[in-house]
């Protein structure tokens, strides 16, 4: 069975970092290309950042230059650290393989 579990969020002011990680198992993962998406309580699902399969990454303008997406195919997971997080960043986190999704994790950027 397919399974991608997203890990690492939680409460963090503004101007703060956190690094979500993302397993996955059940999959030939070295052969996705992954995503992040996000989405707020009463919003649609809003992508926010892809790595190829290769090292070609790809952000939302409303995330880049903070938010870097990385994988390492070793350890099946995909990361994605964030810095100078805004009250706007708050949403539940996912990451995708396009055709699978996880259960996603919460993030709160509060003071």
């Known amino acids: 069975q397919v399974q991608l579990v997203e890990s690492g969020g939680g409460l963090v002011q503004p101007g703060g970092s956190l690094r979500l990680s993302c397993a996955a198992s059940g999959i030939i993962f070295s052969i996705h290309a992954m995503a992040w998406y996000r989405q707020a309580p009463g919003k649609q699902r809003e992508w926010i950042a892809s790595?190829?399969?290769?090292?070609?990454?790809y952000y939302d303008d409303s995330v880049k230059g903070r938010f870097t997406i990385s994988r390492d195919n070793a350890k099946n997971a995909v990361y994605l650290q964030m810095n100078n997080l805004k009250p706007e960043d708050t949403a539940v986190y996912y990451c995708?393989?396009?055709?699978?999704w996880g259960q996603g994790t919460q993030v709160t950027v509060a003071s």
């Open positions: 995708t393989t396009n055709d699978h």
């Open positions: 790595l190829s399969r290769g090292t070609d990454t």
